[in-house]
């Protein structure tokens, strides 16, 4: 039966991407015009029905700029908060797989219907026996086999990039993925996320709050933690500028602090894990995309944006080696650069201003295209491991920033965070 879904799974997957390789192929090489909005629907719905970690993948070529067609892009990422919930009896077959037939008797109430699905598992609302609000996160069955299935995949999907694309060695880019997606799949090793970013936030940023885990109601494919009640992040997209504006702070610090201060990125930005309390402050979810890095390669990071804001070239050739960019040369490091600025540029414009400015999307679109031309021409790049979730979750921050509208002197936040930067651990 396993090998069945596989294999229905399988040809699923690989006729979806042969649509979308005959689409690209199409307007890349033959100049025809399609329907790219109806069929990026189409292929949005297909991809949520499929859920598990293709979706992931999907989302994450969404972040690669010129790696889809525009339309493919803003589908895509839309895929986690749109994927459909499983129902009531598969439910109580994984609850009773988990916690044993006698389920029910460790909660007051447990609510079968699913308040929230996403590409992994889903959410749903429970009572505990003492009275607590509980938020009961329920993986999906058979999830291993799917990795491993959709795994098969990844290099068909990258090799519809690399078709019409050579700028990007993506070679590391599929182990990267492979590891994360694996550690996704362990909640126990989310639960000690979610404790060591709890008490980060709790020592320096009082208004960050991480739901507590319920180690007793947990396993390795179930995760039990309390319920936090509040508003989608994309709902304060029409308050004041002021409250906008502080809300941007917060996000900024909550992402940024981590990262520079204890090395640990919170990997999936997504507006559907933040939170707005009633109080203002903010509730980060879904810690299960959690990428560490030691304190060399940040200080690299750092570097570049040093060399990058004060015009220091041989900071930057020695910052790139430092990342993890070999072989590089003049011209390379030349293009490299055009890709820095747009990347570090509302870090180092000093003045109050949206993270992206008017025209900004359209402008690091054709910046993007012109850096991808010339990594081409010069025989591509290949990126570092630790890049690749550092670049698609700066991107996913950025954009809900920018649908927030808040506007910040990001320059003074970042200087801040990086001023003396010393990785620690959480206490």
Known sequence: MENLKSFKRLFNVGTTLTGIGLRVGAQEYLGLTTDEDAYAKKLRQTFGEL??????MVQFLATVPDALPPEFAAEFMTLQSNAPSMGEN???RRLAGELGQNWKDVFRDFSLKASNAASLGQIHKAVSLGGEDLAVKLQYPDMESVIRTDLKQLDMVLSIYRSFNKSIDTQDI???????LYEELDYGLEAKNLEEFRKIFE???????????????????LLTMEWISGRSILDCAHEESDFRNELGKKLFLSWYWPLYRYGILHGDPHPGNYLVLSNGQICILDFGCVRRFDQRFLEAVVDLYIAIRDNKPELAVDAYGRWGFNNTNKELIE???????LLYEPLIDNKKRPIQDVNGGKKGWEVAKKVHKRLHELGGVKPPREFVFMDRAAVGIGSVLMRLGAEQNWHKLFEEIIDDMQIKKAQ
Request: overall charge positive; proline content about 5%; cysteine-free.
């Open 203 to 221: 020592h320096q940023l009082d208004f960050v709050i991480v739901p507590k885990v319920y180690l007793e109601l947990s396993t390795r494919r």
């Open 174 to 180: 599929a182990e990267e993925i492979r590891e994360r």
């Open 90 to 92: 598969f439910v109580r």
């Open 335 to 341: 293009v490299l650069n055009e890709w820095a600025k």
């Open 51 to 56: 859920k598990g970690p293709f979706m992931k």
